[in-house]
């Protein structure tokens, strides 16, 4: 790690929004390696982390008496504030990146993990899952813009390998609560900060790597001007509009998948009886699926656009999601397989064609988008629980199976990865 990428530019200042102006890649560049698989396994640490506070409901709700109303009010705490900050976080490390601002983050999941643990009343859950949050709304937008920074230009690959590390580590944290929390009680979240630590270790050394990319950047800068790909131009209108569409399919994708996240094992255990440990390993196998289809979206994209990508993910769930409140267990679990590999490859497609659309806000992108992810999330979940103590687990899983085919709108979106106009 320490000997790759001497050529990395800094991220850009303040472009215009509406064109593109990137950083060309050098003659036969690829992307450094290193610096993503150290990136995609801390995210594979963070998002473990962040995956064990849903898989742990049953065992809150009993062990604190608390209802859906207040399972869902967790959930919106701690999706809050992983969302919230992180447009600004982006914004912020576009322009004045710090190396060690990864570390510090995961140092603030420590700390939520600690307190978690130990935990005996809601408003000290709530606090614990903030700063669980808080360490997540650091993470992603300046990882995500680290694995832009060293794609070597195949972005939607970088992206994709920078997400299957946060996916797999949503799909373990489900697993590894019903091993060890379930058997052994709330206490053994302590388990985890061990996980907290070891991502402190490999972002520390992400960051020394990162410190010395940009103390060569400062000196190149200094003796040659940037090479900036021509642009292109959309009028700022269009860009605005193409956003509402993005933002609108991040909802749309967000909202239905914290319906099964949040809610599955639940579903399952209503539905067809099943144990909390064998409900969770339900879970962990859509989980599974999700970290399967991740990777698929990004090469994929990079070959054949992005928005074709979309289109495929976010409207192909739609039949499948239909199909799932009326099958039986079996077809349950196949379908929400199929579910999780079709829409896993939506995010990384959007992600990169919101940082083209917006060029050289790169971490501002990151953030929002994340962001939205988290917070669409956290509102979805919150809502959902209301709707599933008034009406039921089933009615939520049948009114939402309808929110895949909202990626109809994906039409709407302008095909920015062919030249428009030249300036």
């Known amino acids: 790690m320490e000997e790759a990428l001497h050529s990395v530019e800094a991220p850009a200042g303040n472009p215009p929004v509406c064109a593109e102006r990137e950083e060309a890649p050098p003659p036969n560049s690829a992307p450094v390696m290193p610096v993503l698989a150290a990136l995609s396994f801390a995210h594979l640490l963070n998002d473990t982390m962040q995956s064990l506070i849903p898989a742990i409901y049953p065992i809150l709700k009993d062990a604190l008496q608390l ?19 992180q447009p600004f976080v982006g914004f912020y490390t576009d322009r004045r990146p710090h190396p060690y601002s990864l570390a510090v983050g995961m140092s603030f999941t420590l700390v939520g993990l600690v307190l978690l643990s130990l935990a005996g009343s809601f408003a000290l859950v709530l606090v614990a899952v903030g700063f669980v949050g808080i360490g997540s709304s650091v993470f992603h937008p300046e990882a995500s813009r680290l694995a832009h920074l060293t794609a070597g230009g195949r972005h939607g690959f970088a992206q994709s390998l920078f997400q299957v590390g946060g996916n797999a580590g949503s799909s373990l944290g489900p697993l590894l609560a019903a091993l060890i929390v379930v058997a052994r009680g709330q206490g053994a979240i302590m388990w985890f900060s061990l996980l907290a630590l070891l991502g402190i270790v490999v972002l520390s050394k992400v960051g020394q790597w990162y410190g010395r990319s940009l103390a060569r950047t400062s000196r190149a800068q200094s003796s040659r001007a940037r090479s900036v790909a021509t642009p292109f131009v ?11 569409v993005l933002i609108t399919l991040v909802f749309s994708k967000y909202f239905y998948l914290a319906c099964i996240s949040s809610y599955y094992t639940f579903f399952l255990i209503e539905k067809f009886g099943l144990s909390v440990k064998s409900a969770q390993l339900h879970l962990f ?25 979309i289109w495929a993910s976010i409207l192909g769930m739609a039949p499948f999601a239909l199909m799932l409140p009326h099958a039986n267990l079996f077809w349950s679990g196949v379908l929400t397989a199929i579910i999780g590999v079709i829409g896993a490859s939506a995010f ?14 790169v971490g501002l992108m990151a953030g929002l988008f994340f962001g939205l992810a988290f917070g669409l999330g956290g509102i979805g979940s919150a809502v959902l629980g209301v709707m599933a103590d ?9 009114i939402c199976s309808y929110l895949p085919l909202i990626g109809l709108i994906t039409a709407l979106l302008p095909n920015i990865e062919r030249p428009l106009r030249r300036t």
């Open 390 to 398: 008034r009406h039921g687990i089933p009615f939520v899983f049948a």
């Open 285 to 309: 196998v859509f989980l599974a699926a999700i970290a399967a289809g991740t990777f698929l979206g990004g090469p994929i994209g990079d070959r054949i656009g992005r928005k074709a990508v």
């Open 234 to 244: 959309l009028p700022r209108r269009r860009v605005v509009f193409a956003l509402a």
């Open 348 to 361: 990384s497609a959007i992600l990169v064609y919101a940082q083209k659309l917006v060029p050289g806000n």
């Open 67 to 85: 209802d859906f109303r207040q399972i869902g009010l967790i959930t919106l705490i701690n999706q809050m504030t992983a969302s919230i900050l």
